[in-house]
C-alpha cells in the first residue's frame, strides 16, 4: 500500500501504525485529535508548514521495507 498526498491520516494510520512514529518526529504531535483523522496529509502538512513530499517519501520508504 502507498501513501499519498490525499491520504487521511486515519487512514494511514490504519494502514500501519508504525506510521505514527514518524509523523511524530515530524512535528505531527497531534496524530491522536479525533479532527486530524479526517485531515489528508497534504492538509495536516500545510497547516504544520510541512514539506508534504518529503514527509511521504518517509513514510512510503518505511511501508516498502516492513513489506
Known sequence: ?????D????EAIAIDA???????????HCV???SSAG?????ACMVHGMNCDDL????NTYLESVG
Do not use: Q, V, Y
Open 18 to 28: 508504525g506510521i505514527i512514529p514518524i509523523l511524530m518526529s515530524a512535528g505531527m
Open 32 to 34: 491522536g485529535c479525533p
Open 56 to 59: 511521504l517519501e518517509d513514510i
Open 39 to 43: 485531515e489528508s496529509l497534504e492538509e
Open 1 to 5: 500500500m502507498k501513501i499519498t498526498k
Open 7 to 10: 491520504t487521511k491520516i486515519g
